[in-house]
């Protein structure tokens, strides 16, 4: 009997520990681009000086770009300072603001966004790309990257990124943003890429504290009654 016992108590403990760990670093979200068009979810908001196109693009092809960073060559969103106005001759001008934001999302617990960009190998413009997160009509800015636009400051290799969100308690939604931000076309900016965007929820303190105290009781339990078998 205490065999049997011991052996229920094991795999009740592997059950524990496995949904523990699901619970902890399953993502409520996760893009590649993978598909045409806008993911289901996603939005788009342009708010350059006379914007010419939604904003945010899967590439056509990356034949004049780059590859993706994983996935098929074009599977990335991406957005560029063509996406405002031109001058006579064909030059981007004036002010590019192209926001994209994730699905609506759970924000009740702490959050963690992961992602990827990337611009042009040997880009000979500045570049700047914001990041944060809408929360009950607010926007609260996370990180920046590259904010002097200062050329070659911009990932010219796919480079990964994590930002967190703190939890902003039970029933709260939101979005996370990407916001492309160029005050003046004329002397920055040129084209950047994201792709393999995830986020996940994060265990309060408390509970996964809780789980841990519970796993070592059990532990506890099945050492004494090894060593009275």
């Known amino acids: 009997m205490k065999t049997l016992m011991h052996r229920f108590s094991v795999a009740g403990l592997g059950l524990l520990l496995a949904s523990s760990a699901a619970w902890a ?13 806008l993911p289901a979810g996603w939005s788009v908001a342009n708010f350059s000086d006379s914007p010419a196109s939604e904003g ?13 960073q994983a996935g098929a060559a074009n599977s990335y969103i991406a957005t560029s300072v063509f996406v405002g106005v031109t001058d006579a001759n064909g030059n981007p001008t004036g002010r590019i603001d192209a926001m994209l ?3 609506v999302l759970s924000l009740a617990d702490a959050t963690v966004l992961n992602f990827s960009t990337r611009t ?6 500045g570049e700047s790309l914001h990041i944060g997160a809408i929360v009950a009509g607010s926007f609260v800015e996370l990180l920046t990257i590259n904010p002097g636009m200062t050329v070659g400051g911009f990932p010219e290799q796919w ?12 029933g709260i939604t939101g979005r996370y943003y990407f916001e492309y931000l160029i005050p003046d076309a004329q002397v920055a900016g040129n084209f950047i890429g994201l792709d393999t965007v995830s986020v996940s929820a994060v265990p309060e303190p408390g ?5 841990l105290a519970g796993s070592a009781v059990l532990l506890a339990g099945l050492r004494r009654r090894s060593l009275r078998a």
């Open 120 to 125: 042009l190998s040997g880009n000979p413009f």
């Open 56 to 68: 945010w693009f899967r590439p056509a092809s990356p034949d004049d770009t780059f590859s993706a």
């Open 25 to 37: 670093d399953g993502p409520l979200l996760q893009e590649g681009f993978d598909g045409q068009g």
């Open 159 to 170: 480079t990964s990124y994590s930002v967190t969100l703190p939890a902003q308690g039970a």
């Open 207 to 211: 509970s996964a504290g809780l789980l």
């Open 101 to 103: 934001a994730t699905p």
